[in-house]
């Protein structure tokens, strides 16, 4: 019959290989390009989510500096090499032959959102938060006033603060803020240099700090010991750092012991380790440590600054007058209210540790100038389809990786939601890079690739090893470009 001999004739459509062939075709047309806006955690956590749940997306990396992983470099205290294995990770992820690098390209001025979109079906922004607050007191543009972040930048290599020279001629320093930043900051400060020589911490800030005459740091809050912002592991580190000894003062902790009996685990946990150190002897081991310190550390709670006070000269500073605060209301809702009682301390490092705040990156996305933020629900950008948000700049500057990594995985699910129920409709096909690299060349961009920044990487353990580092970072941009580019 005919339908037997159509069969026939037809006998290869039946073959597996045929089946194969055909959803290769159709895979072709149907590959989602994703585009994700900085290559910090978020960045490189929304990309592993979509490739490894969607197995035809496509995802590139879009990154402003030659060289990824934002916060985890440039953040993270160079003693806490431990928390950069994430790394290990993201590698794997750009790796992936469906992910993609591109360093060197700033969003925002070399290419823009609206040329993403045009380019991509579905682009996110995960492009972290830049802008410390600043304190907004009389003196705050001394010499020997720093943003904590420009102070973190130096330390760890970040290009825009490589030349910030701090002045380390102190005896005394004050961190404004009390969370973990700040004890970083702290610790950095006051370690023996024989563990500071041991991390990749950059050869210009070692040099300064090995001058340093700071053997004093406090940390000032606002409010009091119920609403400190560190963490039991980093304030225990703080306690054991050799050749420094705690300065607490045991008043600040009284009737304490009884408030924190109905509180969450976490903080009652903290809030022990301090009223331990604060009022108990310490042990014997401990009290031959902080016997023979040379240096010391403080918290200074109920203190609100109100002016850096400058020394003779009219440009250094030389110290700090805070206003002493009351608290109103409790736990973490409690409000700092000025009593009227005003006290000075004498410090020529001012270190300002009050949070990271994010910017908008161009006029045409939406931008929550109050919180930092840009406007989201569940990451996809209010009033924007096809756009959408993940990290610091989602839920604003705050949370650890752990944090980023979940809130990233929240919004790449989002993404594969809205390609499963047709939202991002991809009968558009999409160039992708394609289309991209004409727009950078048109503008004289050079793009950094993964594999140039594995010779960066190459080169900075290959330094470190000389000096028995993990790494020595480059902190020149244009050295990291020439090394490249041979
Ligand atoms: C000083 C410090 C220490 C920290 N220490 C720890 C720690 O020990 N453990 C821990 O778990 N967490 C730590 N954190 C928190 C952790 O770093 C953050 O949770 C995390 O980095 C936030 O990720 P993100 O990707 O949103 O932002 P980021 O890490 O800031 O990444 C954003 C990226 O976007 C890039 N970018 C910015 N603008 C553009 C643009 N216009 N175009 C292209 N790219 C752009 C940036 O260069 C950056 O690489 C620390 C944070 C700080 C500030």
Redo the contacts with the bound molecule.
């Keep these: 019959t005919l339908g037997t001999s159509l069969m026939f004739s037809c006998w290869w459509l039946f073959f597996p290989w045929y089946t194969c062939f055909s959803r290769l075709l159709s895979t072709a047309a149907l590959a989602p390009q994703i585009c994700v806006?900085?290559?910090?955690?978020?960045?490189f956590y929304t990309a592993q989510h979509l490739l490894k749940h969607h197995r035809l997306a496509r995802v590139d990396i879009?990154?402003?500096?030659p060289v990824?992983?934002?916060?985890?470099r440039?953040?993270?205290?160079p003693d806490?090499p431990e928390?950069k294995n994430v790394i290990n990770t993201f590698t794997q992820t750009a790796h992936s032959d469906r992910c993609a690098y591109y360093g060197n390209?700033?969003?925002?001025?070399d290419v823009m959102v609206k040329e993403l979109q045009r380019a991509y079906h579905a682009v996110v922004l995960?492009?972290?938060?830049?802008d410390n607050r600043i304190l907004g007191i009389p003196g705050e543009n001394l010499s020997g006033v720093y943003s904590?972040?420009a102070f973190?930048g130096w330390y760890n290599g970040l290009p825009e603060n490589r030349d910030l020279k701090p002045d380390l001629s102190s005896e005394t320093a004050v961190v404004l803020g009390q969370g973990?930043?700040a004890l970083?900051v702290a610790r950095v400060l006051l370690s023996p240099l024989d563990i500071l020589r041991k991390t990749d911490i950059t050869e210009g800030s070692l040099a300064a700090i090995a001058c340093s005459k700071v053997k004093r740091v406090w940390l000032v809050g606002r409010r009091g010991p119920l609403q400190v912002a560190f963490t039991i592991k980093e304030l225990r580190e703080m306690i054991n750092l050799p050749g420094t000894r705690p300065l607490l003062d045991p008043a600040d902790f009284t009737g304490l012991g009884d408030v924190i009996k109905d509180i969450p685990r976490p903080r009652k946990r903290l809030t022990e380790l301090m009223i331990k150190s604060a009022r108990e002897k310490p042990g014997e081991k401990e009290a031959a440590l902080w016997a023979s310190a040379t240096k010391e550390w403080g918290l200074k709670f109920q203190r609100s600054p109100l002016e850096v006070l400058p020394a003779t000269d009219g440009k250094q500073a030389r110290g700090i007058r805070m206003a002493v605060t009351r608290l109103e209301g409790s736990g973490e809702s409690a409000r700092a209210v000025p009593t009227g009682e005003v006290e000075e301390l004498e410090c020529g490092l001012i270190l300002s540790s009050i949070g990271?705040r994010s910017l908008p990156?161009d006029s045409s996305i939406p931008f929550d100038p109050k919180l930092g933020i840009i406007p989201n629900s569940l990451g996809r950008v209010q009033g924007a389809p096809g756009l959408y948000c993940?990290?610091?700049?989602k839920r604003g500057?705050t949370?650890?990786?752990?944090?980023?990594m979940n809130d990233s995985f929240d919004t790449a699910q989002s993404v594969l939601e809205d390609l499963q129920t047709g939202v991002l409709n991809l009968s558009n096909s999409k160039e992708g890079f394609k289309s991209v690299r004409s727009i950078l060349h048109s503008r004289g961009v050079h793009p950094v690739t993964f594999s140039d920044w594995e010779k960066i990487d190459a080169a900075e353990v290959a330094r470190g090893k000389l000096a028995g580092k993990p790494r020595e970072k480059i902190v020149d941009p244009q050295e990291m470009l020439q090394l490249i580019s041979h």
Aim: proline share 6%; aromatic share 12%.
């Design positions: 806006v900085g290559s910090g955690p978020a960045g879009y990154e402003k500096l990824p992983f934002g916060l985890v440039f953040g993270v205290a806490h928390v390209v700033t969003i925002g001025k995960s492009y972290g938060a830049e904590a972040r973190v973990n930043v970083d990271y990156l993940s990290g610091w700049v500057p949370g650890v990786i752990i944090t980023t």
